[in-house]
């Protein structure tokens, strides 16, 4: 008699035991941390100061530009030129950032932000480069991003509205590699509005 008890028991418990199982909640992976966060960085040419006079009199703090691109703020508006929260340059084919880990670390992605206001003749850089180092002597290319979107050339201005128009992530995709100094290399768009020629706005750069 007690043999035929147990059976309905025993199933009980079981079934008890895998609902309790089922109904834990599955947690979502930590993000990898960002090794930039907080760290120094030099770059190849000078910020441009042209457009401060916006944010002066809009009464707002001008960028630190030594800690803007790696403070962990982003910039929520696609005009990166009148933004405290962001580094701009213009006039060069080229420009580096050089960041400094402090130590060798792993990198799994390198990422920056740029935007791009086309019908004020403001482009997207075309091409991206991520270089890693760790005696900031000899450098190995990690990875590299292409503005597929947008054409170098544009030979007729009229069809500046279909360039794009925003913000864009830039990105090495995913790699697997390590380093103490990252080295990115932005190629700008030699075309567009004069005061924008060469132009380029960093928001944040994230390892």
């Known amino acids: 008699m007690m043999k035929k008890c147990m059976a309905p028991v025993w199933l009980a418990l079981v079934t008890a035991v895998v609902l309790a199982i089922s109904t834990v909640p599955v947690l979502a992976a930590d993000p990898e941390p960002n090794v930039a966060l907080g760290k120094p960085y030099t770059f190849s040419s000078a910020p441009t100061k042209t ?13 630190d530009a030594s ?99 925003g913000i864009m992530k830039f990105t090495s995709g995913p790699i697997r590699t390590k380093g103490r100094y990252l080295l990115v290399r932005t190629h700008t768009a030699q075309q567009g509005f004069v005061g924008f020629r060469g132009y380029v706005g960093y928001d944040e750069i994230v390892a």
């Open 67 to 165: 800690r803007v691109l790696t403070d962990g703020e982003f910039c929520k508006s696609n005009s990166f030129w009148s933004s405290n929260k962001t580094l701009n340059f213009r006039g060069t084919s080229h420009c580096d950032i050089l960041v400094d880990l402090g130590e060798v670390q792993p990198l799994s992605e390198v990422h920056t932000h740029h935007s791009a206001r086309p019908m004020a003749g403001i482009r997207l850089p075309y091409r991206e480069e991520y270089f890693v180092s760790d005696d900031n002597k000899r450098f190995v290319k990690a990875g590299e991003f292409i503005n597929s979107h947008d054409p170098r050339i544009l030979n007729d201005p009229n069809e500046r509205g279909a360039l794009f128009k």
């Open 51 to 63: 457009w401060y006079g916006n944010l002066e009199k809009a009464g707002q703090p001008l960028p």
